[in-house]
C-alpha cells in the first residue's frame, strides 16, 4: 500500500499544467516544479521574458529524474548522435516534437543567451529539427539537452537517430541538372531564332557556327542532365521491361544524332532547341513526381519507438548502456514514460503499462511481480525494476517488425497508369517508325531515314510522361491544405484502384484522447466532492478521466489515503469513507458483463454506482455509410467485441466485424483478402497495426497529431480531416481521369505531328514549336482540371 499527502493546486505560469504545491514562486508567479521555476528565472536574467507574450503557457509537461539522460554520456553513443566533433565544438541535430509556433522558434534560436557554451542555434520548422554548434569542453550533450528539457522542449531521441539507414542514400542532384538543362536551352533557343525567320546571303557564315555552338551546348544536355534516361531505359530492357523511359531516350538519342549529321553535313539547322527543351521539361516533371513530404515520417520501425540506452542494475549502482548491449539476465530499471525495450519479467514496483501501441488497447494494464511484460509498452506508474528475459532483437515487438510484409516494395503493387500503357506506347511508335522507313527506303533512303527519325522525334511522349506528375503534383498540393500528406505522387493512382478498405477501431474510428464519462446518476455535489477529492491524488489514467470530468467542484483535503495498485483507492474524507475501483474491490465480486470499463464508488458502505469510460467515436462517422456503396469495408479491431451491438450500424454485412485480432491476425486477414483479388486500403494508428498497413495495398496511418508517432506507411491523415476521407477517394479517381484526358491530348498532338514525321519533311521550326506548345497546353490543362475537380468535391 502506498499513503500520499494532497497539496494545494495552482495553476504553473511556465507550461500550464495544474501544480500541487506554492513552494516554487517568483514575483507572485507560480510554478509547478523546480524546472519550470528554472526556466523562468535564466529567461528572467536574459531578459527573455517576452518569450511569454508570444504564447500562454508555452513549456511542456515534464517529469525528469537526474539519472534520465545519463546515457548521453557513453562515448558509444555520443560519437553516433554528433553530426561533427573535434577537439572543442561538436555539432548536434535533435528532433523536438513540441516546436509548434513561431515563439518556439525564436526561443530556441536564443539558447546562446541562456548558456554561453552554446554558439549557434537553427531551427527546421517543418521537420521540427534542432541544429546546435556547442562547446563540448563547457557543456556536455547531457547538459545541453536538460537545458532543452528544463525550457520544456525535450528532444526525442530514440534508436532511429543512432542507426542511420534511412540517410545513406546518394542525393541524384537533380536540381543542378535541371539548372543546366534549362541553361542550355534557353541559349541555345537565342541561337535557333536566326534560323527560324531566315539569313541573309551575308550571314551565312553565322549558320555553321551557330551550328557548332548548339552541339556544344547540347553535349551536357545529353550526357549530364539526360544521361539517367539511358540508364532506367537500358536496366528496364535487361529485366525485359518496355518503360516509358525507353522511348524518351530514344527520341533524345535520335534528337542528338540527327542534329550531329545535319550540322557536319551543312544540310541543316538540326534539333538542338528541340533537344534542350525536351530533357529541361522532363526533368522538371521528374522533380515535381519526386516531391515528397520530408517532414513527415513514413517510414517509421520499431527503432523509432525504441530507447537509445536503458539503465543496467549493477550491484547497488545504474549503468547506461546502449540498447544493443542489452542482453538477457540484464537487471533493468523503466521510470515513468519509459518504454521497455525487451521482453522482461517484472521483480520490484508496480507496473501500470500502456501497450496502445501494440495491441490497440487504450488503458494501461496493471502487472503483477514475476509476470512476463512484452517488449513496446511504456510504464506510466513509478519506476519498476525488470529482468530480461529475450533480447531486443527476439522480443515480441521486433518479431512483429521482422515479418514479411515489411520488405516488400509497395511501388510496383498497383500499375500507374504510365506503367500500363508505355509498353503499347513503344511497340506502336516502334512500328510507325519501321512503317515510314519501309514505305521511303525503295524511292530515297535519306527521305526514308529522315522519316524515321522525324517520327521517334515527333512521337517522342513528353506529354504523357508530363501529364502524370503534374497532375499528382496539383492533387498532392489539395491534399495537402485538408490535412491528407501522402508519401508521393503515385499514391494518388494506387488510392484510385482500391475497392476494399479495413477500418482498425481504436485510435482510428475511435479517438484515445476524448474517452468520454458516464457520471453515476443522482450524485448529491458533496458526493461529487469526495470523489473528485480521492481521485485528484491518484496517478492512474482512469482518475485522471474521473477528475477531468468533475472539474470545478470544491475540493477536501484526506485525512488518510490509500491506493491499491490494481485494485482501487481507499480514503477518509470529512469523516467519509470512501472505497473506488473495480468490482472486485469495491463490491467484492467479480464483473460479469464488462460491456466497457467501470470505476465502482462506495461511500460509507453505500453503494453510489459507477463511472463508465466509453470510447468516443470520431466525428463524421458516418462517412463509412458513403464509403460502403461504392467499397467493401470492414473492421479489425484487438480489442473485445463490446461494442458490436454500436458498430452494428456501420458494418452491416455478416463477417465484416473482426474482434479480439492480433496483429499478425489483421496482417494475415489482409493477405487472404488480396488473395481474393481485392485491392485493399488499411487505415490504422499504431505499431499493432504496422503489419497490416505494409501488406495492404494502400496503408494510411491516421493521427490527431501528425508529429506524434505514427507506424510505416503511404499516407498520414489527420484526425481532424477524417470525415473527408469519402472526398479524398473520389478525388483521387478524378486525378486519374484527367490523366487519361491529358493522354488524349498528347495523342492527338502526336497524330498532328506524325502527319508531318512520315513524310519525312519535318521542319525543325514545326518540331521546336509542337514540342513545347504541347508541354504547355498539357501542363495547363492538367493544373485547371485538378483545381477544378477539387472544387467539385469540396476540397477547396
Same mark, same amino acid.
Given at each position: 500500500m502506498k499513503q500520499s499527502a494532497t497539496l494545494e493546486k495552482t495553476t504553473c505560469y511556465h507550461c500550464g499544467d495544474e501544480c500541487l504545491t506554492k513552494a516554487y514562486t517568483i514575483e507572485e508567479k507560480h510554478f509547478c516544479c523546480h524546472g519550470c521555476e528554472s526556466v523562468y528565472h535564466i529567461l528572467s536574467q536574459n531578459n527573455l521574458c517576452s518569450y511569454y507574450n508570444y504564447n500562454d503557457h508555452p513549456g511542456a509537461t515534464r517529469n525528469r529524474t537526474d539519472k534520465r539522460f545519463a546515457y548521453l554520456n557513453e562515448p558509444s553513443i555520443l560519437s553516433s548522435l554528433l553530426d561533427y566533433s573535434d577537439g572543442q565544438i561538436s555539432i548536434v541535430t535533435l528532433y523536438i516534437p513540441h516546436i509548434h509556433c513561431s515563439s518556439c522558434l525564436w526561443l530556441l534560436e536564443q539558447l546562446n543567451k541562456i548558456n554561453p557554451a552554446i554558439h549557434y542555434c537553427r531551427v527546421d520548422f517543418l521537420k521540427k529539427q534542432l541544429n546546435i554548434r556547442f562547446d563540448h569542453q563547457k557543456l556536455s550533450l547531457q547538459g545541453l539537452v536538460e537545458i532543452l528539457y528544463d525550457i520544456g522542449y525535450e528532444p526525442l531521441i530514440s534508436l532511429h537517430d543512432i542507426i542511420k539507414e534511412q540517410n545513406t542514400t546518394n542525393a541524384d542532384k537533380l536540381v543542378q541538372k535541371i539548372a543546366v538543362a534549362g541553361f542550355c536551352f534557353g541559349n541555345v533557343m537565342l541561337l535557333s531564332f536566326p534560323e527560324y525567320f531566315g539569313l541573309s546571303v551575308y550571314e551565312q557564315t553565322f549558320k555553321h557556327f551557330f551550328g557548332w555552338l548548339?552541339?556544344?551546348?547540347? /553535349?551536357? &544536355? &545529353?550526357?549530364?542532365?539526360? !544521361?539517367?534516361?539511358?540508364?532506367?531505359?537500358?536496366?528496364? $530492357?535487361?529485366?525485359?521491361?518496355?518503360?516509358?523511359?525507353?522511348?524518351?531516350?530514344?527520341?533524345?538519342?535520335?534528337?542528338?544524332?540527327? =542534329?550531329?549529321?545535319?550540322? $557536319? *553535313? %551543312? *544540310?541543316?539547322? %538540326?534539333?538542338? #532547341? =528541340?533537344?534542350? %527543351?525536351?530533357?529541361?521539361? /522532363?526533368? &522538371?516533371? !521528374?522533380?515535381?513526381?519526386?516531391? =515528397?513530404?520530408?517532414?513527415?515520417?513514413?517510414?517509421? #520501425?520499431?527503432?523509432?519507438?525504441?530507447?537509445?540506452? &536503458?539503465? /543496467?542494475?549493477? %550491484?547497488?549502482?545504474?549503468?547506461?548502456?546502449?540498447?544493443?548491449?542489452?542482453? *538477457?539476465?540484464?537487471?533493468?530499471?523503466i521510470r515513468n514514460n519509459e518504454i521497455i525495450p525487451a521482453d522482461a519479467i517484472l521483480l520490484k514496483g508496480e507496473a501500470l503499462v500502456d501497450f496502445s501501441f501494440v495491441t490497440g488497447e487504450t488503458l494501461p494494464v496493471t502487472k503483477v511481480l514475476g509476470e512476463i511484460i512484452y517488449a513496446g509498452g511504456r510504464q506510466t506508474g513509478y519506476a519498476i525494476e525488470m529482468e530480461v528475459i529475450k533480447p531486443v532483437s527476439q522480443s515480441y515487438l521486433t518479431q512483429l517488425w521482422n515479418n514479411e510484409a515489411f520488405k516488400r516494395h509497395k511501388d510496383t503493387r498497383i500499375q500507374t497508369f504510365n506503367q500500363r500503357v508505355s509498353k503499347y506506347f513503344t511497340i506502336v511508335l516502334l512500328a510507325i517508325a519501321i512503317g515510314s522507313l519501309l514505305f521511303w527506303l525503295p524511292t530515297s533512303v535519306t527521305r526514308g531515314l529522315s522519316a524515321f527519325t522525324a517520327v521517334l522525334i515527333v512521337a517522342c511522349p513528353c506529354a504523357l510522361a508530363l501529364s502524370t506528375p503534374f497532375t499528382m503534383a496539383a492533387a498532392l498540393s489539395v491534399f495537402d491544405k485538408n490535412l491528407f500528406y501522402l508519401k508521393n505522387t503515385s499514391v494518388v493512382e494506387q488510392m484510385a484502384g482500391i475497392d476494399t478498405i479495413v477500418f482498425d477501431k481504436t485510435g482510428t474510428i475511435t479517438t484515445r484522447e476524448n474517452t468520454q464519462v458516464q457520471v453515476p446518476p443522482n450524485l448529491t455535489d458533496e458526493q461529487k466532492q469526495l470523489i473528485y477529492s480521492a481521485c485528484i491524488n491518484s496517478a492512474h489514467p482512469l482518475s485522471a478521466m474521473i477528475c477531468r470530468e468533475l472539474a470545478g467542484v470544491k475540493k477536501h483535503v484526506p485525512t488518510l489515503y490509500f491506493e491499491i495498485a490494481g485494485k482501487g483507492i481507499l480514503a477518509t474524507i470529512n469523516g467519509h469513507k470512501l472505497r473506488i475501483g473495480n468490482s472486485a474491490f469495491v463490491l467484492n465480486q467479480t464483473e460479469v458483463n464488462a460491456d466497457v470499463t467501470k470505476v465502482y464508488v462506495m461511500v460509507d458502505e453505500h453503494y453510489l454506482g459507477y463511472f463508465a469510460l466509453l470510447h468516443q467515436y470520431r466525428g463524421g462517422l458516418n462517412i463509412i455509410s458513403q464509403l460502403k456503396q461504392a467499397y467493401q469495408t470492414y473492421l479489425l479491431s484487438g480489442d473485445r467485441d463490446h461494442e458490436r451491438n454500436a458498430l452494428q450500424t456501420f458494418f452491416v454485412e455478416p463477417g465484416h466485424m473482426l474482434f479480439n485480432k492480433s496483429p499478425q491476425d489483421k496482417l494475415d486477414f489482409i493477405d487472404l483478402l488480396q488473395q481474393q483479388g481485392k485491392k485493399v486500403m488499411m487505415i490504422g494508428d499504431g505499431v499493432n497495426d504496422s503489419g497490416a498497413l505494409q501488406q495492404s495495398n494502400l496503408g494510411i496511418a491516421i493521427t490527431d497529431n501528425v508529429n506524434n508517432f505514427t507506424p510505416g506507411s503511404d499516407a498520414i491523415l489527420d484526425g481532424k480531416s477524417f470525415d473527408k476521407l469519402p472526398a479524398f477517394m473520389r478525388f483521387s479517381k478524378d486525378a486519374v481521369n484527367i490523366i487519361h484526358l491529358s493522354f488524349l491530348i498528347s495523342v492527338t498532338y502526336n497524330v498532328i505531328g506524325l502527319s508531318y514525321a512520315v513524310t519525312g519533311m519535318l521542319s525543325p521550326l514545326t518540331a521546336a514549336i509542337l514540342m513545347p506548345v504541347s508541354t504547355a497546353t498539357i501542363i495547363s490543362f492538367t493544373s485547371i482540371a485538378t483545381h477544378f475537380a477539387a472544387k467539385k468535391r469540396k476540397l477547396k
Open positions: 548548339n552541339i556544344l551546348f547540347a /553535349l551536357p &544536355v &545529353v550526357f549530364y542532365s539526360g !544521361k539517367d534516361y539511358f540508364i532506367s531505359a537500358w536496366q528496364n $530492357l535487361k529485366a525485359k521491361v518496355l518503360s516509358i523511359d525507353f522511348p524518351l531516350a530514344l527520341g533524345i538519342a535520335v534528337l542528338f544524332l540527327r =542534329t550531329v549529321a545535319e550540322v $557536319l *553535313t %551543312g *544540310t541543316g539547322a %538540326g534539333f538542338a #532547341d =528541340t533537344l534542350c %527543351g525536351l530533357v529541361f521539361f /522532363l526533368l &522538371v516533371g !521528374k522533380f515535381v513526381q519526386k516531391k =515528397t513530404y520530408h517532414h513527415l515520417s513514413f517510414e517509421r #520501425d520499431y527503432r523509432s519507438f525504441f530507447p537509445v540506452a &536503458v539503465h /543496467l542494475i549493477n %550491484g547497488n549502482q545504474e549503468q547506461p548502456i546502449p540498447l544493443s548491449q542489452l542482453n *538477457t539476465g540484464h537487471r533493468i530499471i
